[in-house]
């Protein structure tokens, strides 16, 4: 069993950074794709980035791409999302989750472990 926290949330002006971090405990994550999601009010929950076991691969949405990174420490058994040029439509509750899979997966079904959420607002 895999338990997840995420921290770092917060309220941002447009243009800002936060980084959020997601600690694993129960058990070392360090063999599983771990990726993030966020859930805007009224929306689906949808993916926004994951990076394979060895931290090698990673993927990214579109509408995220080239503006934030993933990545994990396993000595730390943490990842992390660091996001720049933040937008008011980047507002949700983000939510990291691990997944079995040594692969890099976006179907949120892929992912069997999940933390509670750590809310992002972002202010225009």
């Known amino acids: 069993q895999v338990q997840l926290v995420e921290s770092g949330g917060g309220l941002v002006q447009a243009g800002g950074s936060l980084r959020l971090s997601c600690a694993a405990s129960g058990r070392t994550f360090s063999s599983n794709t771990v990726g993030w999601f966020r859930q805007a009010p009224g929306k689906e929950r949808e993916f926004v980035a994951a990076?394979?076991?060895?931290?090698?691969?990673?993927h990214y949405a579109d509408s995220v791409k080239g503006r934030f990174t993933i990545s994990r420490d396993d000595a730390k058994n943490t990842v992390y999302l660091q996001m720049s040029s933040l937008k008011a439509e980047d507002t949700a509750v983000y939510y990291c989750a691990a997944a079995r899979s040594r692969m890099i997966v976006t179907g949120r079904y892929n992912y069997d472990y999940w933390g509670q959420g750590t809310q992002v607002t972002v202010s225009s």
């Open positions: 990076i394979t076991w060895s931290g090698g691969n990673t």
